[in-house]
């Protein structure tokens, strides 16, 4: 049961933090940009929460 709702607030965090609930499909290519845009956000963003639970983030100085 946990892990499903891990699942669920993720999958839900990647679509409102991302954008993807604010597009109306109007042409493929324009439909495939966006939904790529979105998804290489949401694989930042799990990348830098991922970061930030162990401790990995470098700060400013450091990079």
Known sequence: MQSEV??????????????????????????YRHITLSMTAAAFLTILRRGAQKGDLQSVPEI
């Open 6 to 31: 891990l699942e669920w607030s993720a999958g839900f965090t990647a679509f409102w933090a991302t954008g993807l609930d604010h597009y109306q499909v109007r042409a493929y290519s324009a439909w």
